[in-house]
């Protein structure tokens, strides 16, 4: 078996935002770390709005990330501590719109180790040097400096290593223009080790880097608090006072070399437990011109801003302020144009404008028992991290492809989402036209306007033309003939328009006249091809008309006329490029299943040059550029590559859009790229990926259309209007230009969500939601429940049923119990005074509800249980429980087999045995995987995740599978072969859930995985040979071309815990789009690689 | 140098083990064992971001307070290291 895996949607998680200007314009940019992935974010300073301007996969686990300026420099680089063992200095550059790796220095070996650094990055303030320093005994320094030519230059590494001391933070010290100095928090366990009696103190040590000697030496260390967890710059030179901020459980120090300590409590909320101090948990350090300020966020949400008091670069006070409440972060950033931007640690990230500063409110600076606004939310960006749990389902009545229904976020901000692949469509204006129009066009009156003037409908015998203002206006006497149905409208010339009805040609020139063509008598116009100087006409005779609009700008009839010898169905031309006379081919769709290319050179007018044949009859044809698209009446699209030269076709790709026939047209969209509109049943939307040579088709999230054309209105810049049925509607994308190219909507949920169930029935779903530590500053056990009943299609929650106190629910499934005559129970898995580390608990009990008609549920009755039940499954009529002993966190069944999935010890397979009425393990796996989810593939194969990343299928030998089954009483198998391991592959991400699937109506069945950070992944079965040795070889080929850009070896990475088997990274093949030319052409000769999604 | 080294007379060994903190050798007692053990895994959980985030969500603790509690469990991972009877 061979998969190629793919990730939908990349983490949307932020572990870590940095600030700076990265390209080099005035606006400050931040760049968000996700884990596997680098992103550029720009924020647009009038209206608060957040773009993504590049994302890139690094292929490596990222675990910090800061930014740097070198002296006199416009521009700031990013320095990246990844598990690669080595540091990277990374420049965005604007030209190309890629990071680009200025330096790559080798330090230790790969993987997050315990003594390799990369963990903490430190700066010097003023940019001369980095340090990058590991959890224990590591740390390194490097001299950043510009060579002559003004490039960055990196010494060697400078060591400054402490054996066996943890670290737990580093921050460069600002000290002006002296050495480069930087403070660590370190403890050291080398005598509590050998002696009981000793305490290791935590000891607040600043290292000097002498510039003039290129050496590091330890300069000053002295006792702090024991639990003192983040360091903060204080700044120094000019500005400040230098020195730290040492954050501590409960209270805030500053320290510094020859100074005065000074100590403040964080003031924290009412009734919070006194047995743990608050601990901060992020931190930002802000410089304006004449003074500075910390915000300072407790774990709780809270932030607060710090001041120091100071002359003569003397600490007099410090001060301490509540300031706002936002959700706790991984890291703030502050903005000069005023926005602070939240990198929440789960759920959404938040751009805040500031209103205040906290400085003219006569708040006391102690009590924080009031909640004041310290600015505005501008915009989110929408995360799904973590998600919890996820369904792939088809709820949607009008729907051929499954929604994805995720379970994610944390306590309050929990979400219910339901992803579905295509673009949101915003409605604008809807209105019923009583009769179904048979097509719609929407029109400018003269080559220049921006906007559409005209919207004209045809209906079976009549034409109705709208004029467009502020609403849509019924207009008389136009020129356009209304007592007719038309073929087509066509903007002519400058200034002039056409209708093509089936009895003639009619020009409307500007002054009001018009000019006709009508076809000889008995015979009528079929379908037409127009541009703004050429139409050609088909007409019933299977003749082609051509027209060409000549020097004289009179549309002058051609003498020669085309005979195809076959009905016409669908005929199509380009758009005529600037300076150009005309467009030089025709494309003849016609009944016999061919597609014919016709010249329109004026020395060759309609001289055959190519045929190609189709699969089916075809139904319309549209020419973008040099590709000719083909709608087919079996639902297909073919896009064929038209060489402009010679006119040949070839290059040909096929997708299937739906069951009608499909229709296609032609939208200009804002920024001036032509894009493919093509309407079967369903609607989609086709345009160039970004910076690639490829074209992404993507469906519309609406109702399928049957007529439809762009729309350019003031109001709706990227609009469409279209039909469905009698109804007219006016819509736009707002989404367009967005990468995600899956939908979100969302439910709020009232706890952390644990599992999920959907009724096979109604179609609702059951979340079991469960809050550890519920309450301010709690301790371990105290737990709140509730499960959540909620309709996924309409998106609204039916009702939300708290559960007793302390009570915490781990588990839900829908049993259809074979005692009560298949009546359908939900069971609940509950446990009270849960305590995860050491694991107890009090009791366990299983609850049962029944379903009452609207779907909501009552208790029926509630057992009690020797374990906490982490997994629920119905089985033959019975629930089947894992258990808290043995930590089983997945079931799944298929006949008499249940497949157990264990927290620690991988994957079982039970067989159960009727006539002893027992459970048999018949197989088990070689290796301890700390499994968090799987599926069945098929009766002897199953796929699933484990905590550290990874991604397995098992497979159980088919002799040994029949041989369990044919055995009537087990008697003879217990233990007998081990699961053979089919594929493995390391994620960029923890799986959660994991499914078997069917994306695209008709295509093959993938695996979809959710993963803890927001990752959405599919592995798709590579069918033929030739796949699998083509990717293969792309991939190794990429792989050994460019590198990760961490400096990480993709292989080994993909094969962090286990040898790659089997799988072809996708993600890295897709890369191929973003190589240059020339390295493309060195990569691989043939074809880009083709993909399921 | 720590005691554990104290007979080892290889100076290649003794580098080995200067140079990478959990090297093991003959005398290794399971305290020490254990120890580096779970320093090795505390340290592989601050690591990676994915293992701090799922045990903030199974504990209901912040991403921080996790990152701050395991590093600090990386002191004394086993406890205090046991009476040593023959020094």
């Known amino acids: 078996m061979h998969l190629y895996n793919l990730t939908l949607q990349r983490p949307t998680a932020a572990i870590q935002a940095i600030v700076g200007n990265f390209s080099g314009f005035r606006e400050q940019e931040l760049i968000v770390s996700h884990g596997t992935s680098l992103e550029l974010l720009r924020i647009d300073t009038h209206t608060g709005k957040i773009s993504s301007a590049v994302v890139t996969d690094v292929f490596a686990s990222i675990r910090s990330i800061a930014s740097f300026r070198l002296a006199a420099n416009h521009k700031d680089y990013a320095i990246i501590g990844s598990d690669s063992g080595r540091i990277i200095v990374l420049e965005f550059s604007v030209d190309s719109g890629k990071f680009i790796k200025l330096h790559q220095e080798t330090y230790g070996k790969s993987g997050a180790r315990r003594i390799v650094p990369g963990q903490f990055l430190a700066i010097d303030p003023k940019g001369r040097s980095v340090m990058i320093s590991a959890l224990e005994k590591s740390k390194l320094v490097y001299i950043l400096n510009r060579d002559a030519s003004v490039n960055l230059t990196i010494s060697s590494a400078l060591e400054a290593h402490a054996e066996g001391c943890i670290m737990q933070h580093i921050v460069g010290v600002d000290v002006g223009f002296e050495n480069p100095t930087f403070a660590a928090l370190e403890q050291d366990y080398t005598e509590s080790d050998q002696d009981a009696s000793k305490v290791a103190q935590k000891m607040l040590t600043y290292y000097e880097l002498d510039l003039s000697l290129n050496h590091v030496m330890r300069r000053w260390s002295v006792p702090t608090d024991l639990r003192a967890n983040l360091l903060v710059q204080v700044p120094g030179g000019q500005g400040g006072p230098s020195g730290v901020l040492v954050c501590c459980e409960g209270h805030i120090m500053y320290q510094n070399m020859d100074a005065v300590q000074h100590r403040i409590p964080i003031p924290c909320r009412e009734g919070s437990s006194a047995d743990r101090g608050l601990l901060i948990v992020s931190v930002v350090m802000h410089k304006m011109k004449d003074r500075f300020f910390f915000l300072l966020q407790s774990e709780s949400g809270d932030l607060y801003k710090v001041t120091l008091e100071h002359s003569d670069n003397e600490v007099r006070t410090l001060k301490i302020k509540y300031f706002g409440t936002v959700p706790v972060s991984t890291s703030l950033c502050v903005l000069k144009s005023g926005f602070l931007f939240v990198a929440s640690e789960f759920g959404n990230q938040h751009l805040y404008q500031f209103q205040a500063l906290g400085e003219d409110d006569d708040q006391l600076e102690y009590s924080s028992a009031t909640y004041n606004d310290f600015g505005i939310l501008e915009d989110e960006i929408v995360s799904l991290d973590p998600i919890i749990d996820s369904q792939v389902l088809n709820l949607s009545s009008h729907s051929d492809s499954p929604q994805i229904f995720t379970a994610c976020g944390r306590s309050s901000q929990s979400t219910f989402r339901t992803l579905r692949h295509g673009l949101g469509v915003e409605e604008v204006v809807e209105c019923d036209l009583q009769s179904s129009p048979t097509a719609i066009w929407a029109t400018k009156h003269i080559e220049n306007d921006t906007t559409n003037d005209y919207v004209i409908l045809s209906f079976t015998n009549a034409t109705l033309v709208f004029s467009v203002g502020e609403t849509l206006e019924d207009v008389q006497n136009t020129g356009f003939l209304s007592s007719v149905p038309t073929l087509a409208v066509q903007q002519l010339d400058s200034d002039s328009l056409v209708q093509i009805y089936p009895g003639g040609v009619r020009r409307i020139l500007p002054n009001g006249h018009v000019q006709e063509w009508t076809p000889p008598s008995g015979l009528t116009i079929i379908t037409v091809a127009a541009n703004t100087r050429q139409i050609a006409v088909a007409l019933s005779s299977t003749e082609i008309v051509y027209f060409e609009l000549g020097l004289d700008d009179q549309l002058e009839e051609c003498e020669i006329r085309k005979a195809m010898g076959s009905s016409i169905l669908a005929i199509g031309i380009g758009t005529v490029e600037q300076e150009r006379q005309r467009y030089p081919f025709l494309s003849v769709g016609c009944e016999d299943q061919t597609i014919h290319t016709l010249s329109l050179d004026p020395q060759h007018t309609l001289e055959c040059i190519s045929l190609q044949a189709l699969q089916a009859p075809p139904s319309s044809i549209c020419t973008i550029g040099n590709l000719v698209h083909v709608g087919l009446q079996n639902g297909v699209l073919l896009q064929t590559v038209l060489d402009t030269n010679t006119g040949q076709l070839g290059d040909t790709q096929s997708r299937f859009l739906g069951t009608r026939p499909v229709r296609l047209s032609r939208v200009v969209l804002q920024d001036g790229i032509e894009a493919l509109l093509a309407l079967s049943s369903r609607s989609w939307i086709s345009r160039n990926r970004n910076n690639t040579h490829t074209t992404a088709f993507t469906p519309l999230l609406c109702d399928a259309l049957e007529h439809a054309c762009g729309f350019v209105h003031d109001i709706c810049p990227d609009g469409f209007i279209g039909t469905t049925g009698s109804v007219l509607r006016i819509f736009c994308l707002p989404k367009l230009k967005d990468s995600n190219k899956l939908h979100q909507e969302s439910v709020p949920l009232c706890h952390t969500p644990r599992q999920m169930v959907c009724h096979p029935n109604n179609n609702y779903i059951y979340i079991v939601e469960t809050d550890n530590r519920m309450a301010i500053n709690p301790p371990a056990g105290t737990w709140s429940s509730s499960i959540h009943i909620l309709d996924p299609t309409k998106g609204e929650t039916i009702a939300c049923i708290p559960l007793d106190h302390t009570e915490a629910a781990f588990s839900i499934t829908i049993v259809p119990f074979s005692a009560r005559g298949g009546q359908l129970m939900l069971v609940v898995g509950t446990a009270t005074n849960v305590v995860q580390v050491p694991r107890s608990f009090t009791s366990a009990f299983l609850r049962l509800y029944r379903f009452k008609e609207n779907g909501e549920i009552e208790l029926h009755y509630k057992t009690e249980i020797d374990d906490v039940p982490l997994a629920l499954l119905a089985f033959q009529g019975r629930l089947a429980a894992g258990s808290f002993a043995r930590s089983i966190v997945t079931l799944h069944t298929q006949g008499s087999r249940i497949v157990v999935g264990d927290m620690e010890q991988s994957l079982d397979f039970l067989t159960y045995k009727a006539p002893d009425n027992r459970l048999l393990v018949v197989a088990d796996d070689m290796q301890p995987r700390w499994t968090t989810c799987s599926t069945i593939l098929d009766y002897n194969t199953v796929a699933a995740g484990d905590r550290f990343g990874n991604i397995f299928v098992n497979r159980l030998d088919s002799d040994v599978s029949e041989a369990v089954d044919a055995d009537p009483t087990g008697a003879g198998l217990l233990r007998q072969k081990p699961l053979l391991n089919g594929a493995a592959y390391k994620t960029r991400d923890l799986p959660t859930s994991i499914h078997k699937t069917t994306l695209v109506a008709g295509a093959c069945e993938v695996i979809l995985y959710t993963a803890w950070h927001g990752t959405v992944g599919i592995l798709a079965p590579l069918s033929s040979k030739d796949d699998v040795d083509f990717l293969s070889i792309l991939e190794q080929q990429i792989r050994g071309e460019q590198g990760t850009l961490v400096g990480r070896d993709h292989l080994s990475w993909r094969g962090y815990y286990a040898p790659v088997k089997g799988i072809v990274d996708g993600d890295l093949c897709e890369t191929f789009h973003l190589l240059s030319d020339t390295t493309r052409q060195i990569t691989d000769g043939s074809d880009v690689a083709q993909t399921n999604e | ?87």
């Open chain 2, 1 to 87: 140098m720590s005691s554990e080294l104290r007979y080892t007379a290889n100076t290649q060994l003794e580098h080995l083990h200067a140079r990478y903190t959990g090297t093991g050798h003959a005398d290794l007692s399971k305290y020490d064992w254990v120890t580096h053990q779970h320093r090795d895994t505390l340290a592989s959980i601050v690591g990676h971001p994915t293992l701090t985030s799922f045990l903030a969500i199974a504990d209901g603790e912040s991403k921080g307070r996790i990152k701050f509690e395991m590093t600090e469990k990386m002191l004394q991972p086993c406890g205090p290291p046991p009476r040593k009877d023959d020094d």
